[in-house]
């Protein structure tokens, strides 16, 4: 059986295909204004990678905040399910899952059977989003890419208290103003986004082994402070990103 | 010796140091309570204390732990961990602190000895009787309940006979949890003491009447302790006649608080307890003295009702009656009489993010009194205790432009 | 459906109530479900349940900071703006802290009208708690007579309990219809009755749920089973976001609800002999708490779980706005009590309007989807 996902997310739509259970092919493009035709794209090119015409595929899902504009989907899904679903598929032993996206954070609590037991979301504020990275990039000049390795080579981190992005980010142009340390700066950063995701992560009550998705899970720094407020490692999945869409279809097969 | 670190020493309160030793043991007799067979009420910061005291309960207030909680910069750590609890990050968060130290024992002294029973007296606010209810359940103990109306306009006699009859289940409440006979005459004793040490703290609240001024409402946050928690004992009594001692001798001696006072400043609202130094030397960096604050003198602001004679009578509109539980209009007046009182320049205002009765109300009360005194107001927004929602760069800004806008206004 | 007229009140109630008004009706505004109706309606004048307003906020923001929720929000704009001129008066209860504050607010800056501050008590379960309610009520009613310039009999009273209870009964005949045939009546449907109640001229509420109730029948052969998508609801105002349907389109079925202007509304009768204040005092006392009473220890937790099992519901969707403190200190401990009987629940905090984007709608969608 052959089933695919796609998460038509605020910023990015991603596709996935899997055959019994193994991923075939993914794919990753930006949403833009069209969310039907970017998550249409990105399955497309998913499905030629994987080698597989639309008219092989016995049941597609979507989820993301575009999940009910897509005309092929048979199921929609929100993407808590699904990213419970997709690291169970791929990495059974987690137990709790935390996504963080652009403007959206999640922790989701997993049962052995890769069911969802329990979630938080973020309220409406962007602190400990990744939009809160971008905005701080901005202040500092400096490449989001580049936050985590620069952050590795701070002395210490600097100290940003304030849980509001628009005070925070005054906060960090107030550091560089007294002349604090770039790198430490930014390692102060990723102190204060950990701080605001660990708060959240305590309010779900997590339990161990953690796994980290989304676009932020590709900053060493902020994964590296989250580490320590937790106590205990995290592992990231190869697929982060695109864990939501591999979910979906895990969801698609099973309806 | 310079002659700088000469004037700073001057300028230090000598009796800070009887203060801390009193809360000390203060503490360490509360702790020892269950050893030494005393009972312990936990209560609020605006609730009956006298009839404790003459019944030989240790009385405990959770605000004033909060108040140390803030000032040891433990809030966040503890609001974080009510929040953790289900507890909304909009809450109190003296409240969110509490209720979480609660359960870890945590905070600047390893948590509050353990009540035998709760007092909440809703004057001060409605967040007080949701926190009490939370802790009866969570400590299993007995709570009372002073239910004291609200006098947006004014006392009503039926207020007045409800609260009155409050007062005596308040007894037999006491009784009952106690086990033993209310004593009367006791009672007319700690009445007596409780108000002369109100009188006191009034009369050291006062010697700001003079500039320089004596002391700042900075110092005031700190003397405040035993008024709220030791009301009613000779030793809060014999303390402030001691701080007033010296207060009246640093008068005649001509000893400011600030360096070349120049503008006076009266502060509304709680402190921020994690940064009063930080703000005290702000201020008075730019010359500036906080001479009076709404909140310490909130602890004698109903003393016009009482009646030292017959206090259990006069307690029920003193309670009722105190600062926070009036209307905007009236708690204008009381910040306008406190002006001219002090002749202050200016007017800082706390919007304290944690406390809705006091806050609510305060843009009001500004262009009340611009309206009526032309008295400039600034607004710093942050939190009693939770210090995520201090904006250093925000109000260090602010402050500035306020004093730069005085200092224009004097010149002109 | 047979609702129309309501849908038209509810999107324009400050024009319902000038039309009333201009047919020579005294409108009273009050801002909370511990203002007795029955003693506006005994003194001859429409009561009318101030929500607060969906307009976009101008004013109230140069008098309120930005931690104080939107329903106070909203009512003060109501008044600041001149809408709220059509009332020829105002109550406040002793609710919350914001709506205390409210009160003095709204009396320092918006003119015209009177201005009545109803202090209940906080407790509700003391003799002198009782005597001192009855004691404010009887001053409520004699300031109420004295501002619109009546005079009220024991008669008038009389007839407001009665016609107040034929209100409760209805609205809880149609509950219960919907509890048994939800199929009959759609959420967003209760949603707008529930908003309506509070607004509209009331022997025209009592005219449609007359209407509604015989025309559903009183088919009362099923009884709902307990489903795992049965969703109490429970919180303060239902005024906005329309949850009913944010939870039928999630998939869940509003199979009962403990908003204060909704399941709570009808709870307890009035009882009709006696003296009628009396009797308006002991409802009071007798019904489920709002957080801001006291009423023991475990009144609320004891009435949700008795609540979701009577109703079979399989979980409990919290709605409360944010700022609004009584609820969220509850929060906490109604989840823990429910989930040792075993009932998960999901906490929304709402503001009115909601915010753009459509988080709610993945927290409904995920936690139904979580139940299956």
Redesign the interface.
């Given at each position: 059986m052959i089933t695919a996902g796609v998460d038509i997310g605020s910023i990015t739509a991603k596709a996935a295909v899997l055959k019994e259970g193994e991923v075939l092919a993914v794919s990753v493009g930006f949403t833009g204004y069209n969310a039907a035709q970017a998550g249409m794209k990105v399955l497309a090119e998913a499905l030629a990678e994987a080698g597989v015409a639309m008219e092989g595929v016995d049941a597609v899902a979507a989820t993301g905040?575009g999940r009910r504009s897509l005309p092929v989907a048979g199921t929609i899904?929100?993407?808590?399910?699904c990213h419970a679903a997709g690291v169970h598929l791929l990495h059974p032993r987690i137990r709790t899952l935390v996504d963080i996206g652009g403007?959206?954070s999640k922790a989701i609590l997993m049962g052995d059977d890769g069911?969802?037991?329990?979630?938080v979301?973020n309220?409406?504020c962007a602190a400990g989003t990744g939009r809160f990275l971008e905005v701080m990039a901005r202040a500092l000049e400096v490449d989001l890419d580049s936050f985590g390795e620069l952050s590795q080579r701070a002395e210490r981190a600097a100290r940003i208290?304030?849980?509001?992005t628009v005070?925070a980010e005054?906060?960090v142009?107030?550091l560089i103003a007294a002349g604090e340390e770039r790198e430490n700066i930014i390692a102060g950063i990723h102190e204060a986004i950990g701080?605001r995701v660990f708060?959240m992560i305590?309010?779900l009550?997590y339990k161990e082994p953690i796994m980290m998705t989304g676009g932020v899970a590709k900053n060493k720094g902020v994964v590296a402070a989250l580490e320590r407020q937790l106590g205990c490692p995290i592992e990231i999945s190869p697929y982060a990103q695109c864990m939501g869409a591999i979910g979906a279809a895990v969801v698609a097969r099973e309806k | 010796m310079n002659a700088r670190t000469d004037e700073k020493e001057r300028k230090k309160i000598k009796a800070v140091k009887k203060m801390k030793e009193i809360m000390t043991f203060y503490y360490i007799d509360a702790k020892t309570a269950s050893e030494t067979g005393k009972k312990v009420a936990w209560i609020t910061s605006g609730g009956p204390v006298e009839p404790l005291i003459a019944m030989d309960v240790i009385p405990v207030y959770p605000e004033n732990h909060g108040a140390m909680i803030g000032a040891a910069k433990m809030g966040?750590e503890l609001c974080?961990k009510a929040?953790?609890m289900?507890y909304s990050?909009d809450l109190c968060s003296y409240a969110r602190s509490d209720i979480a130290c609660a359960t870890v024992n945590g905070g600047p002294i390893g948590g509050l000895p353990r009540p035998d029973m709760l007092v909440c007296c809703n004057n001060i606010c409605g967040t007080v009787l949701k926190w009490y209810e939370i802790q009866a359940r969570y400590f299993n103990c007995p709570l009372f309940i002073l239910d004291t109306p609200f006098c947006h306009t004014s006392f009503s006699a039926e207020a007045k006979r409800y609260v009155r009859r409050q007062i005596d289940e308040y007894i037999t409440f006491l009784e009952d949890v106690c086990k033993k006979p209310f004593d009367r005459d006791r009672m007319a004793e700690v009445g007596r003491l409780s108000i002369e040490g109100q009188r006191l703290w009034q009369a050291v609240l006062d010697t700001t009447i003079n500039r320089p001024a004596p002391m700042t409402a900075f110092d005031a946050f700190f003397h405040l302790a035993l008024i709220v928690t030791l009301r009613g004992t000779q030793q809060a009594v014999d303390y402030y006649r001691l701080l007033l001692d010296e207060m009246n001798e640093r008068v005649r001696e001509g000893v400011g608080a600030v360096d070349e006072e120049k503008y006076r400043l009266l502060w509304d609202n709680l402190p921020i307890w994690y940064r009063t130094k930080w703000l005290s030397d702000k201020f008075a960096a730019h010359g500036a003295c906080l001479v009076a604050d709404t909140y310490t003198s909130a602890w004698c602001s109903s003393l016009k009702y009482m009646n030292e004679d017959d206090f259990l009578e006069s307690m029920a509109e003193g309670y009722t009656r105190i600062y926070l539980n009036i209307g905007v209009d009236e708690m204008a007046r009381t910040v306008i009489a406190m002006i001219d009182k002090y002749g202050a320049d200016g007017l800082v205002m706390h919007s304290n993010r944690s406390c809705k009765p006091y806050s609510l109300g305060q843009y009001d009360i500004r262009s009340i009194v611009e309206r009526e005194r032309g008295v400039p107001t600034l607004i710093i927004e942050a939190d009693m205790c939770d210090?995520?929602?201090?904006?250093?760069?925000?109000i260090e800004g602010r402050i500035d432009a306020f004093m730069e806008m005085m200092a224009a206004k004097g010149s002109a | 459906m047979k609702f129309d007229r309501l849908k038209e009140i509810v999107e324009d109630p400050w024009g319902t109530l000038g039309e009333m008004k201009e047919r020579g009706k005294k409108v009273v505004g009050y801002a909370c479900s511990y203002v007795p109706e029955e003693l506006i309606i005994a003194a001859g004048a429409h009561p009318a349940r101030l929500t607060g307003t969906r307009e976009g906020i101008r004013l109230a923001d140069g008098h309120l900071q930005s931690y104080c929720c939107s329903l106070v929000r909203g009512i003060l704009e109501d008044g600041l703006s001149g809408r709220g001129a059509v009332l020829d008066g105002v109550v406040f209860p002793h609710t919350c802290d914001s709506i205390q504050r409210l009160s003095d607010i709204w009396r320092l800056n918006v003119k015209g009208g009177f201005h009545l501050d109803l202090v209940l008590p906080v407790k509700l379960d003391t003799d002198s708690a009782r005597d001192y309610l009855v004691d404010v009520l009887k001053r409520f009613l004699s300031d109420l007579e004295r501002a619109l310039g009546v005079e009220v009999s024991e008669a008038d009273l009389r007839a407001s309990c009665l016609l107040t209870n034929e209100i409760r009964r209805l609205l809880h005949e149609l509950y219960m219809i919907r509890w048994r045939r939800p199929e009959l009546l759609a959420g967003a449907d209760l949603h707008l009755l529930n908003r309506a109640v509070g607004i509209a001229d009331r022997n025209l509420i009592v005219e449609t749920l007359r209407e509604a109730v015989a025309d559903l029948g009183a088919d009362g052969a099923r009884e709902t089973t307990k489903g795992n998508k049965n969703i109490l609801l429970a919180g303060g105002m239902c005024s906005t976001p329309d949850i009913f349907n944010l939870v039928a389109e999630a998939g869940g079925r509003v199979v009962w609800d403990d908003f204060c202007n909704g399941g709570r509304m009808f709870l307890e009768p009035l009882r009709l002999d006696g003296d009628p204040i009396a009797a308006v005092a002991d409802r009071f006392l007798s019904r489920v708490v709002c957080p801001c009473k006291h009423r023991g220890l475990t009144d609320r937790a004891n009435h949700l779980k008795a609540l979701a099992t009577e109703r079979g519901a399989g979980a409990v969707v919290f709605v409360h706005l944010k700022y609004c403190d009584p609820h969220a200190f509850d929060f906490p401990y109604l989840k823990a009590e429910l989930e040792k009987t075993g009932i998960p629940s999901l906490l929304l905090?709402v503001e009115d309007p909601l915010?753009p984007?459509?988080?709610i709608r993945?927290?409904l969608?995920?936690?139904l989807?979580?139940l299956?």
């Open positions: 905040y899904v929100t993407e808590i399910t403007q959206d069911k969802v037991k329990n979630f979301m309220d409406k208290s304030n849980l509001c005070f005054s906060e142009i107030s701080s708060a305590n309010r009550g | 966040v974080e929040e953790a289900g990050g210090e995520r929602n201090f904006a250093e760069a925000q | 905090e915010p984007g459509a988080q993945t927290r969608e995920a936690f989807e979580m299956d």
